[in-house]
């Protein structure tokens, strides 16, 4: 199967770069939310330009669905470049309480011209970011202790900025989540595809579905298809995304009268499963992608 394209223009896109840039002077720090399936794909290659020298963190999200040994060596990669990460699942919390301990790492020199200037006590504001769907809303509510911002599983609920207080010194500012308004990589946007950060209903959903089965095969997760579906692994020799898309319907019973296979439902079915973290922990990027 050829790749899937995929484009997205968001409207709102030019807006959130003009509130980034005005709200940059009030926040010490810039936290970073990636996907940790896709280190490199979800980071917005135009952040850095907007965001010049300001102090950044990088947090790699959703690490319990993704491949333990890849994420410790994205961590790696990020140490020896002398960039700050964190590894965290912000829906159980898993990591995230060594972010305020890091927080306070980066911004060290910072923290300790405040107290010889006898202003100790003015909170740290950072500033959230991120693509649409990588979990900001979740971090920010687990941070917070409470449910301060809105939470989906879908791409554009976050509208504006908004400030939430943590109990901690600290003050965090939700920025709405922004797409880059073109993949130059076409790789790039169907990662972004595979884990919900597009919209769905502007993709051919099988074709999507069948280029992450063949992608995921050629990555070495057939074990995990072959456990999760039932599959037998001489079955699945030399099949394309689709045949194998047909072959995890029939084996689930999607049929349809006359027996047809239903394919759209099992392509919502298998992107479901692989962005839930169903199939097992898997991460589509080592270090050194794009």
């Known amino acids: 199967m050829e790749n899937v394209s995929v484009q997205w223009f968001p409207g709102h896109m030019a807006k959130t770069r003009r509130l980034m840039k005005a709200n940059l002077p009030l926040v ?31 947090l790699l999200n959703k690490s319990d669905a993704a491949d333990e040994k890849v994420t410790a060596a ?4 990020y140490r020896g470049k002398g960039i700050w990460a964190l590894a965290a699942d912000c829906r159980s919390g898993r990591g995230l309480q060594k972010f305020l301990p890091m927080v306070r790492q980066v911004l060290a020199k910072e923290l300790e011209r405040r107290r010889d200037r006898g202003m100790a006590g003015r909170p740290i504001r950072m500033m959230v970011v991120g693509i649409p769907n990588v979990g900001k809303s979740s971090f920010i509510n687990r941070m917070a202790g409470q449910k301060r911002a809105k939470v989906e ?20 500012l939700d920025m709405p989540g922004v797409l880059w308004p073109k993949f130059e990589d076409r790789q790039v946007g169907e990662k972004l595809a595979f884990t919900g950060a597009v919209k769905d209903d502007i993709l051919d959903t099988q074709a999507l579905a069948g280029r992450l089965l063949e992608t995921l095969v050629q990555l070495g997760y057939a074990p995990l298809l072959q456990s999760r579906y039932k599959l037998v692994p ?6 394309d995304g689709l045949a194998l898309l047909e072959l995890i319907a029939r084996r689930r019973g999607m049929l349809l009268a006359g027996a047809q296979v239903d394919l759209e439902r099992a392509s919502i079915m298998v992107l479901d499963e692989f962005r839930s973290g169903a199939m097992g922990r898997i991460s589509l990027e080592m270090p050194g992608a794009r």
Do not use: Y
Not at 43 to 53: C, F, T
Not at 234 to 239: W, Y
């Open 28 to 58: 010490d720090l810039v936290v970073e939310l990636t996907d940790a399936r896709i280190p490199a794909s979800s980071r917005n290659p135009e952040l850095g330009s907007l965001i010049g020298k300001k102090p950044r963190l990088v």
């Open 74 to 77: 994205w961590l790696q990669e």
């Open 153 to 172: 599983d879908r791409p554009g609920v976050t509208r504006g900025k908004q400030w939430v207080t943590l109990g901690s010194g600290m003050d965090l």
């Open 234 to 239: 001489e079955r699945m020799d030399g099949l």
